[in-house]
């Protein structure tokens, strides 16, 4: 999977769990998008679902899902681990 279709389907991922009318793109910040503790916790799992993956919880951090890049380089770490 390359960096553009992951990105693509983690943009996915997060416009399913916000509202129709938020925008989101490869820069977001996911703050800013207004995505709160029940959107975060929709937003791991869809990932996780999407991807076929299980995140450790010392993963599931706001840190590690602040923007579409940190969230495609921690799941980009986790399909490697599962190669």
Same mark, same amino acid.
């Given at each position: 999977? *390359?960096?553009? @279709?992951? /990105? @693509?389907? $983690? #943009? %996915?991922?997060? /416009?399913?769990?916000?509202? !129709?009318?938020?925008?989101?793109? +490869? /820069?977001?910040?996911? &703050?800013? &998008?207004?995505i709160? !503790? ?7 799992a !869809? #990932?996780?679902d999407?991807? +076929? $993956?299980e995140f %450790?919880?010392e @993963?599931i951090l706001l840190? *590690?899902?602040? !923007?579409?890049?940190?969230i @495609?380089? &921690?799941v980009?770490?986790?399909?490697q681990?599962?190669v």
């Amino acid at each position: 999977m *390359n960096d553009t @279709s992951l /990105q @693509s389907k $983690i #943009i %996915a991922c997060i /416009q399913d769990v916000l509202p !129709s009318h938020v925008t989101v793109d +490869e /820069q977001s910040e996911l &703050l800013k &998008l207004g995505i709160n !503790s029940l959107t975060f916790i929709r937003l791991v799992a !869809s #990932i996780e679902d999407s991807f +076929e $993956i299980e995140f %450790a919880d010392e @993963s599931i951090l706001l840190e *590690n899902f602040s !923007s579409v890049g940190k969230i @495609s380089d &921690l799941v980009w770490d986790y399909l490697q681990k599962t190669v």
